[in-house]
T-cell receptor, first 113, second 109 residues
Framework: KAGVTQTPRYLIKTRGQQVTLSCSPI?????VSWYQQTPGQGLQFLFE???????NKGNFPGRFSGRQFSNSRSEMNVSTLELGDSALYLC????????????FGPGTRLLVL | GENVEQHPSTLSVQEGDSAVIKCTYS??????FPWYKQELGKGPQLIID?????GEKKDQRIAVTLNKTAKHFSLHITETQPEDSAVYFC????????FGTGTQLKVEL
């Protein structure tokens, strides 16, 4: 079975721009969670989607948003980028979330200049 | 919300020695505790997990223990090898994963 895939792997943007990241979960997995990883804050939960609905949300500003499609693929969007948004963005999939094993993708490295 | 503390932040051991990483959590409702290994340039990889109805779990050289009363859990790696060098994260979850701050493990020859 193919693992979690994320595109693009690397991205450079400038302040004020917006960005969309994509995540394809493991086949059959319906839950997709997104995390931000930075040296200072570590791994922080952004949000979780299940069956096209946001089921859980972390403490991030409204500039961070996401969605999930009927095939379980998910995208996250960051608008009005700030320097502090530079991070590794990871998505993880699981069968149905809620205490089940989450499998992570390789991440998208975002650099905001 | 949940808060997970992890210690130590760095750990250096000789090949063949054991390594122990400890985590504490704050929310007694958390019932799932995975451990992840992250190598440079890669996403976290699950190495072992434990649920709140189990006190100990072992998989070859890796074991995890859970003390629900004290709200702490530990990762034990025996007979360490150079390929065990990586950053290890603990996490606690009821509905979403809250991660510890990570432990940089270095296994020296």
């Amino acid at each position: 079975k193919a693992g979690v895939t994320q595109t693009p792997r690397y991205l450079i943007k400038t302040r004020g721009q917006q960005v969309t990241l994509s995540c394809s979960p493991i086949s059959g997995h319906r839950s997709v969670s997104w995390y931000q990883q930075t040296p200072g804050q570590g791994l922080q939960f952004l949000f979780e989607y299940f069956s096209e609905t946001q089921r859980n949300k972390g403490n991030f500003p409204g500039r961070f948003s996401g969605r999930q499609f009927s095939n379980s693929r998910s995208e996250m969007n960051v608008s009005t980028l700030e320097l502090g948004d530079s991070a590794l963005y990871l998505c993880a999939s699981s069968l149905s979330g809620h205490g089940e094993t989450q499998y992570f993708g390789p991440g998208t490295r975002l650099l905001v200049l | 919300g949940e808060n997970v503390e992890q210690h130590p932040s760095t750990l250096s051991v000789q090949e063949g020695d054991s390594a122990v990483i400890k985590c504490t959590y704050s929310d007694s409702a958390s019932n799932y505790f995975p451990w992840y290994k992250q190598e440079l340039g890669k996403g976290p990889q699950l190495i072992i997990d434990i649920r709140s109805n189990v006190g100990e779990k072992k998989d070859q050289r890796i074991a995890v223990t859970l003390n629900k009363t004290a709200k702490h859990f530990s990762l034990h790696i025996t007979e360490t090898q150079p390929e065990d060098s990586a950053v290890y994260f603990c996490a606690a979850s009821m509905d979403k994963l809250t991660f510890g701050t990570g432990t940089q493990l270095k296994v020296e020859l």
